[in-house]
């Protein structure tokens, strides 16, 4: 990537606190390498649907590294979606057995801090992997349930934002980028010509992640946290009101090409990148390598997502901090490793600044290590250090996995209505009533325990 000289995006960058968390702990010496000869340090992560070559050459080129440094070899191990990544937790857990490091999207921290069974880091734990100093501090947001209590250390963030075709708004005479819900739903249907086949919106309903974002987000900005202390609010009329909306700007608006619905997000980027959409939503600074190699390099332009709710004309709440949620991956050691030294030293070389610079220029990711971070000077990113700067955690409980599958599942489980056209009131009332009961079962337990 070439990187324009703006010292003011570094500054904004640093300020704003770019989501992130990663995680390792145990015993053994803080100085040096350890010795790992003839030993193999295994390491969980997720398949990177966008970049899956370069993913394969980076885990060639991270373990030849670490192999000079310790001696040791990696074996990767990847997991494709939400529901495989808790599988994954869960299996180990009650196995006590698996892999020594994991690295889990954010969201999934509090679940894995819960089991127990992943270290909690100690000072001498962060003086292995260089320091707490060494990370962009608001990046730790969602570590642990205080700043006593950690189980991860920053490896990338990943705020969330939306592209948008400069040229195709202007055409439209769209002077900016919407900042409501509604008001998007407006522009897109200025910017879809189905006969053309270019759409106001490119996002995908099929995507294993992305779908309960924009849920949980318009609930926010209406007012409901989702969780309430002991009490889950899934059966909250704003709830239902985020996926009307969400589905709506396929079966009712149709400003989202109809394929979208076995899309994934790389299938989304693709059609932006086309330049057959006027947005691209939900996207993170990931698919900046792939819009600049592509027919709308130079013609795009991020922007915070809207963080006024649907039907309302402003944010209630704490709304208005909810344009992303804090997101990024986190590393995480098993408690059970019995390579804890080498695990440490794994996540210090992949969060030193020349590799997170690197991880950067390859992914697009943006760097936790505070040093990289401050090293960007794309103005192209400067709305996505925004967007940090309004991200908002989710709730800090061992019950959020299953609450946040429960959101993609009610998505899942309409796939099939979307096909046909519509999702019908009383199918999606009767989903979110099970989502609800699932949820609030296991954040009973999450809440005894």
């Not at 990187?3 to 500054?11: D, E, H, L, V």
């Not at 250090?385 to 409980?397: C, L, M, Q, R």
Request: glycine share 10%; proline share 5%.
């Amino acid at each position: 990537m070439r990187f324009a000289p703006s010292a003011k995006f570094a500054a904004v960058a640093v300020a704003a606190g770019l989501a992130l968390t990663a995680c390792a702990g145990g015993s053994g010496s803080s100085g040096g390498s350890p010795d790992g000869a003839g030993k193999k340090l295994s390491v969980l992560t997720g398949v990177n649907n966008h970049y899956p070559e370069e993913q394969k050459e980076w885990f060639k080129d991270i373990a030849a590294k670490f192999k000079a440094q310790t001696g040791a070899d990696i074996e990767f191990e990847t997991f494709a979606s939400a529901n495989d990544e808790l599988t994954r937790i869960q299996t180990s857990v009650v196995s006590g057995q698996g892999p020594d490091v994991y690295s889990l999207g954010t969201t999934f921290t509090p679940t894995a801090y819960a089991t127990k069974a992943f270290v909690t880091l100690s000072d001498e734990d962060w003086k292995k992997v260089g320091g707490k100093e060494r990370f962009n501090p608001a990046a730790l947001g969602i570590s642990g349930p205080d700043s006593e209590h950690m189980a991860g250390i920053p490896f990338v963030s990943r705020p969330f934002v939306m592209a948008y075709n400069k040229d195709l708004l202007a055409a439209a005479g769209i002077q900016k980028p919407a900042t409501t819900w509604d008001e998007l739903a407006v522009q897109a249907r200025k910017l879809t010509n189905a006969s053309k086949g270019t759409y106001g919106l490119a996002t995908g309903y099929k995507d294993n992640y992305d779908p309960w974002k924009f849920i949980w987000a318009m609930s926010v900005q209406a007012g409901n946290p989702l969780v309430d202390g002991d009490k889950l609010k899934m059966d909250d009329p704003a709830v239902k009101k985020a996926y009307e909306t969400y589905f709506g700007w396929l079966t009712k608006d149709k400003v989202v090409d109809p394929a979208a619905i076995g899309w994934s997000n790389s299938n989304a980027v693709a059609a932006f990148a086309s330049g057959k959409a006027g947005y691209l939503m939900m996207t993170t600074s990931s698919s900046v390598p792939t819009l600049e190699k592509s027919a709308v390099a130079g013609k795009y332009a991020y922007a915070t997502m809207p963080t006024v709710a649907p039907g309302e004309s402003a944010s209630k709440g704490d709304g208005a901090k909810a344009a992303s949620i804090l997101s990024g991956d986190n590393l995480v050691v098993a408690d059970y490793s019995q390579q804890k030294d080498l695990a440490f030293a794994y996540v210090k070389l992949i969060t030193s600044k020349d590799e997170q610079l690197n991880y950067q220029k390859i992914f697009g990711e943006l760097p936790a290590n505070a040093e990289a971070l401050a090293a960007l000077t794309n103005p192209v990113l400067q709305p996505i250090a925004e967007a940090a700067g309004k991200s908002k955690a989710t709730p800090f409980t061992g019950a959020w996995g299953d609450i946040q599958l429960g959101l993609v599942n009610v998505t899942v489980q309409s796939i099939p209505d979307l096909a046909k056209g519509s999702v019908d009131g009383a199918a999606l009332d009767s989903r979110l009533k099970e989502a609800q009961s699932k949820g609030q079962a296991s954040l009973d337990r999450a809440s005894k325990s």
